[in-house]
Protein backbone atom coordinates (compact mmCIF):
# COMPACT_ATOMS: atom_id res chain seq x y z
CA UNK A 1 0.00 0.00 0.00
CA UNK A 2 1.30 3.20 -1.08
CA UNK A 3 2.16 6.01 1.31
CA UNK A 4 3.71 8.95 2.40
CA UNK A 5 5.44 10.44 5.44
CA UNK A 6 6.16 14.75 5.31
CA UNK A 7 6.44 17.00 8.29
CA UNK A 8 3.23 18.40 9.31
CA UNK A 9 3.81 22.40 9.12
CA UNK A 10 6.97 24.61 8.92
CA UNK A 11 7.29 27.91 8.68
CA UNK A 12 9.84 30.30 7.05
CA UNK A 13 10.64 33.82 6.62
CA UNK A 14 10.60 35.60 3.34
CA UNK A 15 13.14 35.23 0.89
CA UNK A 16 15.11 32.41 2.13
CA UNK A 17 15.04 29.01 0.90
CA UNK A 18 12.89 25.80 1.81
CA UNK A 19 13.11 21.85 1.90
CA UNK A 20 10.11 19.69 2.27
CA UNK A 21 11.70 16.14 2.33
CA UNK A 22 9.25 13.08 2.06
CA UNK A 23 9.59 9.44 2.63
CA UNK A 24 7.62 7.20 0.05
CA UNK A 25 8.13 3.62 1.50
CA UNK A 26 7.32 1.47 -1.52
CA UNK A 27 7.45 3.50 -4.74
CA UNK A 28 6.54 1.59 -7.67
CA UNK A 29 10.19 0.90 -9.65
CA UNK A 30 8.67 2.32 -12.99
CA UNK A 31 7.28 5.50 -11.45
CA UNK A 32 7.82 9.14 -11.29
CA UNK A 33 8.02 11.04 -7.54
CA UNK A 34 5.29 13.99 -7.99
CA UNK A 35 5.14 17.05 -5.79
CA UNK A 36 1.82 19.38 -5.61
CA UNK A 37 0.63 22.73 -4.13
CA UNK A 38 -2.99 23.27 -2.29
CA UNK A 39 -4.61 26.52 -1.63
CA UNK A 40 -7.30 26.58 -0.01
CA UNK A 41 -10.57 25.84 -2.04
CA UNK A 42 -8.78 24.76 -4.96
CA UNK A 43 -7.52 21.49 -6.14
CA UNK A 44 -4.16 21.11 -5.71
CA UNK A 45 -1.55 21.98 -8.34
CA UNK A 46 1.51 20.12 -10.13
CA UNK A 47 4.81 21.72 -8.92
CA UNK A 48 7.48 19.01 -10.25
CA UNK A 49 8.24 15.45 -10.89
CA UNK A 50 11.18 13.03 -11.59
CA UNK A 51 12.66 9.69 -11.39
CA UNK A 52 16.47 10.20 -10.33
CA UNK A 53 19.08 12.89 -8.91
CA UNK A 54 17.60 16.40 -9.88
CA UNK A 55 15.32 17.97 -11.36
CA UNK A 56 14.52 22.35 -11.57
CA UNK A 57 11.75 23.71 -13.17
CA UNK A 58 11.18 27.44 -13.10
CA UNK A 59 9.69 27.54 -9.37
CA UNK A 60 11.15 24.26 -7.98
CA UNK A 61 13.85 21.37 -7.39
CA UNK A 62 13.20 17.76 -6.69
CA UNK A 63 16.25 16.19 -5.37
CA UNK A 64 15.56 12.44 -5.72
CA UNK A 65 18.68 9.77 -4.17
CA UNK A 66 19.58 7.07 -6.17
CA UNK A 67 17.19 4.80 -3.78
CA UNK A 68 13.94 6.68 -4.16
CA UNK A 69 12.52 6.13 -0.98
CA UNK A 70 12.53 9.31 -0.54
CA UNK A 71 12.33 13.00 -2.22
CA UNK A 72 13.05 16.51 -1.28
CA UNK A 73 11.13 19.62 -2.66
CA UNK A 74 13.21 22.79 -2.57
CA UNK A 75 11.53 26.17 -3.13
CA UNK A 76 14.01 29.19 -3.57
CA UNK A 77 13.14 32.67 -2.15
CA UNK A 78 10.00 31.74 -0.59
CA UNK A 79 7.30 34.48 -0.57
CA UNK A 80 3.77 35.24 1.00
CA UNK A 81 2.03 33.70 -2.39
CA UNK A 82 4.03 30.42 -1.41
CA UNK A 83 2.00 29.61 1.57
CA UNK A 84 0.27 26.53 1.17
CA UNK A 85 0.23 22.64 1.66
CA UNK A 86 3.06 21.09 -0.37
CA UNK A 87 2.36 16.62 -1.18
CA UNK A 88 4.25 14.32 -2.24
CA UNK A 89 2.09 11.80 -4.47
CA UNK A 90 3.00 7.82 -2.87
CA UNK A 91 2.05 5.60 -5.52
CA UNK A 92 1.39 1.70 -5.32
CA UNK A 93 -0.47 -1.32 -6.36
CA UNK A 94 -4.15 -0.04 -6.62
CA UNK A 95 -3.68 3.38 -4.75
CA UNK A 96 -2.54 6.84 -4.96
CA UNK A 97 -1.57 8.42 -1.62
CA UNK A 98 -1.49 12.25 -0.66
CA UNK A 99 -1.53 12.06 2.89
CA UNK A 100 -1.80 15.17 4.31
CA UNK A 101 1.17 17.20 3.50
CA UNK A 102 2.99 19.56 5.23
CA UNK A 103 1.52 22.97 5.65
CA UNK A 104 3.73 26.36 4.70
CA UNK A 105 3.47 29.22 6.17
CA UNK A 106 5.64 32.19 5.10
CA UNK A 107 6.48 34.58 7.31
CA UNK A 108 6.56 38.41 6.65
CA UNK B 1 -11.07 27.57 -21.16
CA UNK B 2 -9.66 24.25 -21.99
CA UNK B 3 -8.85 23.13 -17.94
CA UNK B 4 -10.51 20.03 -16.11
CA UNK B 5 -14.47 20.79 -15.81
CA UNK B 6 -16.57 19.67 -12.82
CA UNK B 7 -20.48 19.97 -12.70
CA UNK B 8 -22.17 20.49 -10.72
CA UNK B 9 -20.05 23.03 -8.35
CA UNK B 10 -22.07 22.32 -5.65
CA UNK B 11 -24.53 19.81 -4.75
CA UNK B 12 -27.03 19.58 -1.48
CA UNK B 13 -28.82 16.27 -1.31
CA UNK B 14 -30.91 14.54 1.61
CA UNK B 15 -29.38 11.57 3.36
CA UNK B 16 -30.34 8.07 0.95
CA UNK B 17 -30.23 10.08 -2.16
CA UNK B 18 -28.39 8.96 -4.99
CA UNK B 19 -25.95 11.96 -6.71
CA UNK B 20 -23.93 11.99 -10.04
CA UNK B 21 -21.19 14.40 -10.85
CA UNK B 22 -19.30 14.98 -14.13
CA UNK B 23 -15.95 15.56 -14.98
CA UNK B 24 -15.08 16.73 -18.56
CA UNK B 25 -10.88 16.03 -18.74
CA UNK B 26 -8.48 17.92 -20.66
CA UNK B 27 -9.03 16.32 -24.46
CA UNK B 28 -5.78 14.87 -24.67
CA UNK B 29 -5.44 13.42 -22.09
CA UNK B 30 -5.93 9.76 -21.44
CA UNK B 31 -6.16 9.00 -17.86
CA UNK B 32 -9.22 10.33 -15.55
CA UNK B 33 -8.97 10.39 -11.54
CA UNK B 34 -11.52 10.46 -8.90
CA UNK B 35 -10.62 11.88 -5.47
CA UNK B 36 -12.32 12.98 -1.96
CA UNK B 37 -11.05 15.10 0.14
CA UNK B 38 -12.52 16.56 3.16
CA UNK B 39 -11.38 19.27 5.81
CA UNK B 40 -7.68 19.26 6.86
CA UNK B 41 -7.14 16.09 4.88
CA UNK B 42 -5.06 16.15 1.79
CA UNK B 43 -7.00 14.13 -1.26
CA UNK B 44 -8.13 10.34 -0.51
CA UNK B 45 -7.81 8.43 -4.13
CA UNK B 46 -11.18 6.46 -5.56
CA UNK B 47 -10.58 5.30 -8.44
CA UNK B 48 -9.39 6.07 -12.16
CA UNK B 49 -9.45 4.90 -15.65
CA UNK B 50 -7.06 4.99 -18.54
CA UNK B 51 -8.93 5.63 -21.23
CA UNK B 52 -12.14 4.15 -21.08
CA UNK B 53 -10.79 1.47 -19.06
CA UNK B 54 -11.17 1.87 -15.00
CA UNK B 55 -7.65 0.26 -13.98
CA UNK B 56 -7.64 0.70 -10.04
CA UNK B 57 -10.40 1.39 -7.54
CA UNK B 58 -9.60 2.09 -3.84
CA UNK B 59 -10.05 -0.51 -1.44
CA UNK B 60 -11.89 2.03 0.67
CA UNK B 61 -14.32 2.96 -2.14
CA UNK B 62 -17.42 1.18 -0.51
CA UNK B 63 -20.37 -0.38 -3.31
CA UNK B 64 -22.08 2.63 -3.43
CA UNK B 65 -19.37 4.68 -5.22
CA UNK B 66 -19.24 3.50 -8.92
CA UNK B 67 -17.50 5.65 -11.83
CA UNK B 68 -17.73 5.57 -15.75
CA UNK B 69 -15.72 6.74 -18.34
CA UNK B 70 -18.02 5.79 -21.56
CA UNK B 71 -15.63 6.41 -24.92
CA UNK B 72 -12.78 7.69 -23.09
CA UNK B 73 -13.96 11.25 -22.79
CA UNK B 74 -15.99 12.62 -19.57
CA UNK B 75 -16.36 10.46 -16.59
CA UNK B 76 -18.69 10.46 -14.07
CA UNK B 77 -18.88 9.60 -10.49
CA UNK B 78 -22.61 8.40 -8.79
CA UNK B 79 -22.82 7.70 -4.97
CA UNK B 80 -26.16 5.36 -4.02
CA UNK B 81 -28.01 5.77 -1.08
CA UNK B 82 -25.40 8.58 0.15
CA UNK B 83 -24.97 9.01 4.10
CA UNK B 84 -23.45 12.12 6.21
CA UNK B 85 -19.91 10.56 6.01
CA UNK B 86 -20.13 11.58 2.20
CA UNK B 87 -20.40 15.13 2.58
CA UNK B 88 -16.98 16.23 0.99
CA UNK B 89 -15.42 17.76 -1.83
CA UNK B 90 -14.82 15.31 -5.13
CA UNK B 91 -12.25 16.35 -7.34
CA UNK B 92 -11.53 14.82 -10.72
CA UNK B 93 -7.81 15.16 -12.52
CA UNK B 94 -6.56 13.66 -15.90
CA UNK B 95 -3.17 13.74 -17.29
CA UNK B 96 -1.33 12.60 -20.19
CA UNK B 97 0.85 9.26 -19.34
CA UNK B 98 2.56 7.89 -21.99
CA UNK B 99 5.64 5.43 -22.26
CA UNK B 100 7.41 2.61 -19.58
CA UNK B 101 7.58 5.98 -16.74
CA UNK B 102 4.54 6.70 -15.59
CA UNK B 103 4.00 9.71 -14.63
CA UNK B 104 1.09 11.27 -12.27
CA UNK B 105 1.19 15.16 -13.72
CA UNK B 106 -1.94 15.50 -13.14
CA UNK B 107 -4.62 18.37 -13.62
CA UNK B 108 -7.36 19.21 -11.42
CA UNK B 109 -10.73 20.50 -11.77
CA UNK B 110 -12.33 23.17 -9.30
CA UNK B 111 -14.19 19.99 -7.63
CA UNK B 112 -17.52 19.27 -6.76
CA UNK B 113 -18.58 19.92 -2.93
CA UNK B 114 -21.04 17.81 -1.79
CA UNK B 115 -23.30 18.02 1.22
CA UNK B 116 -25.34 15.77 2.75
CA UNK B 117 -28.19 16.60 5.34
Redesign the interface.
Known sequence: LAKTTQPISMDSYEGQEVNITCSHNNIATNDYITWYQQFPSQGPRFIIQGYKTKVTNEVASLFIPADRKSSTLSLPRVSLSDTAVYYCLGTGANNLFFGTGTRLTVIP | DTGVSQNPRHKITKRGQNVTFRCDPISEHNRL?W?RQTL??????LT?FQNEAQL????LLSDRFSAERPKGSFSTLEIQRTEQGDSAMY?C?SSLTQG????????????TRLTVT
Not at chain 2, 56 to 59: G, I, L, P, T, W
Not at chain 2, 100 to 111: A, L, N, T
Open positions: YYGQGPEFYEKSRLADIRSYEQYFGPG
